[in-house]
């Protein structure tokens, strides 16, 4: 069974970094993409970042291009998400995420879930 637990949110003021952190259990890196998706209130979920089955590209959201790294430590299952400058608008809840990952021409990132962790409480404040 596939099962994602994150970790790392919290309540940061504007131009602060959160690190969020996903153990993953059930998983191999070889056999799928894992990333990064954020839901706001009121608005669908969206891809933020991820890694390309087997740890070949990552790709970024355009909003948080130059921004949010997404690494991973395939010896220890776990998946992060460094994530600088931040601004109000990344609040949200961040979920970790295992699926198909590829680049969008519009968006910057085509990120298709098929599991899902339980999600992380992202806070910027202004």
């Known amino acids: 069974e596939v099962q994602f637990v994150e970790s790392g949110g919290g309540l940061v003021q504007a131009g602060g970094s959160l690190r969020l952190s996903c153990a993953a259990s059930g998983f191999t890196f070889d056999d799928d993409g894992i990333g990064w998706f954020r839901q706001a209130p009121g608005k669908e979920r969206e891809g933020v970042s991820c890694i390309s089955r087997g740890g070949r590209s990552t790709y970024y959201a355009d909003s948080v291009k130059g921004r949010f790294t997404i690494s991973s430590d395939n010896a220890k299952n776990m998946v992060y998400l460094q994530m600088n400058s931040l601004k109000p608008e990344d609040t949200a809840v961040y979920y970790c995420?295992?699926?198909?990952?590829?680049?969008?021409?519009?968006?910057?990132?085509?990120?298709?879930?098929?599991?899902w962790g339980q999600g992380s409480q992202v806070t910027v404040s202004s």
């Open positions: 995420a295992a699926g198909f990952c590829g680049k969008d021409k519009a968006s910057g990132v085509q990120f298709i879930g098929h599991y």
